[in-house]
């Protein structure tokens, strides 16, 4: 089924969970890219910036080591990047203001952007991405919600009616893996770090969407994660200790996590397959900026 524009952002992680180790994306309409300046300028109103100060900024990317081998006929390798802005509010909360960029060799990059809370702890608490959903045309921005206990998402709509609504509710400890999945896994990160004595039972959360009767859906897998200790990663050229973490989500291979003291995910790829790398490649604090 091709990726569907609502899932791009958690394709590289499927890349880091299967074999082989490639990304490819089908080429997008361009009415799913168009994503209106007024509905991204309006839906911002709702993180006030009079009382925040700028801690961050960062870039994730894909890196490759080595061939990537033969692509079939049909498909396209595609890089992903997340470049992002991190500020600190008043009321010692986070948020972040960032863009996701797919660039292919037969299309024009793809650019999708987005704005995220965190708590002080850097834990997701919500999310818009300013974009539609595929079978949806009236929809977006999508606008999501976690708190411990439940994930509610809107798809957003002009006309009430088309407004979708998605909720799962939680028992334990879940990563959003989709469409925030670097910040999402740092932060499920730190409770593996938090039980460093024992493997975590945790549940691994997707966004699809399987067809017009069905444009979004949520789906689960239980998963866990296990603290591994300490480990130096390098961050932009300068050598960080990070928190080494693995996180085993049923039924795909095991992920290698990387995090900083705060759970800002540093690095992460497959256990076993090495050669295709999700890193922190820029990072520049601003300022007297304390985080870190």
Not at 232 to 256: C, E, F, M, R
Request: hydrophobic share 40%; charged share 25%; net charge negative.
């Amino acid at each position: 089924m091709p990726v569907r524009t609502i899932s791009l952002i958690i394709t590289f992680l499927i890349a880091l969970l299967s074999a082989p180790a490639q990304i490819r994306v089908d080429q997008q309409s361009e009415a799913q890219r168009e994503i209106s300046s007024a509905e991204t300028s309006s839906a911002r109103l709702d993180y006030p910036a009079n009382h925040r100060t700028k801690v961050a900024e960062g870039e994730y990317a894909i890196a490759r080591i080595g061939d990537l081998g033969i692509q079939p006929p049909g498909t396209e390798e595609f890089e992903f990047s997340e470049v992002w802005t991190l500020w600190a509010n008043d009321d010692g909360g986070f948020e972040v203001e960032g863009e996701w960029r797919f660039d292919s060799p037969d299309t024009l990059p793809n650019r999708i952007p987005f704005t995220l809370r965190l708590s002080r702890d850097l834990r997701p608490l919500s999310l818009k991405e300013f974009v539609r959903l595929e079978w949806q045309s009236d929809s977006g921005p999508l606008s999501c919600r976690l708190s411990p206990a439940e994930l509610y998402c809107e798809s957003g709509a002009r006309d009430p009616k088309h407004m979708i609504i998605e909720r799962l509710q939680m028992t334990r400890p879940y990563a959003f893996l989709w469409p925030i999945s670097p910040f999402s896994l740092g932060s499920i990160a730190q409770t593996a770090i938090q039980h460093s004595d024992t493997d975590v039972e945790i549940t691994a959360v997707v966004a699809e969407e399987p067809s017009p009767a069905n444009p979004v859906c949520f789906v689960s897998h239980p998963a866990s994660m296990r603290y591994l200790g300490r480990e130096s990663v390098v961050v932009d050229g300068q050598s960080i200790l990070a928190n080494k973490t693995l996180l085993d989500p049923s039924p795909y291979p095991k992920l290698i996590l990387w995090t900083d003291t705060q759970g800002l995910l540093l690095a992460a790829q497959r256990a076993t397959l090495p050669g295709l790398r999700l890193e922190l490649m820029k990072y520049r604090r601003a300022g007297n900026a304390t985080h870190r």
